[in-house]
């Protein structure tokens, strides 16, 4: 029943109002995958970004995540 399900999943959470995800642009592809192919990033790495972004593939990574993971490498990048 609902509220079976209600009191195990929270209230809250079931009526939540909805929000959007906004899917990342083809510059922020195209941008990950240069940074991916020319520092050789490991599949563990991706595979770590993909668990805390709940998705399993940068295409299907919420934008303003998927811009977190960029600008944290390209710090990265910068410092070294």
């Not at 209600?6 to 592809?29: M, S």
């Not at 240069?34 to 050789?40: L, V």
């Amino acid at each position: 029943s609902y509220s079976e399900f209600a009191n195990k999943f929270g209230k809250d959470v079931i009526e939540a109002e909805a929000a959007p995800i906004v899917l990342p642009t083809q510059e922020q592809l195209l941008e990950i995958d240069g940074i991916i192919k020319t520092f050789n990033v490991s599949k563990a790495l991706i595979d770590a970004w993909f668990t805390k972004a709940n998705c399993t593939n940068f295409a299907e990574m919420d934008a303003d995540k998927l811009q977190a993971v960029i600008n944290s490498y390209k710090s990265k990048i910068i410092k070294e």
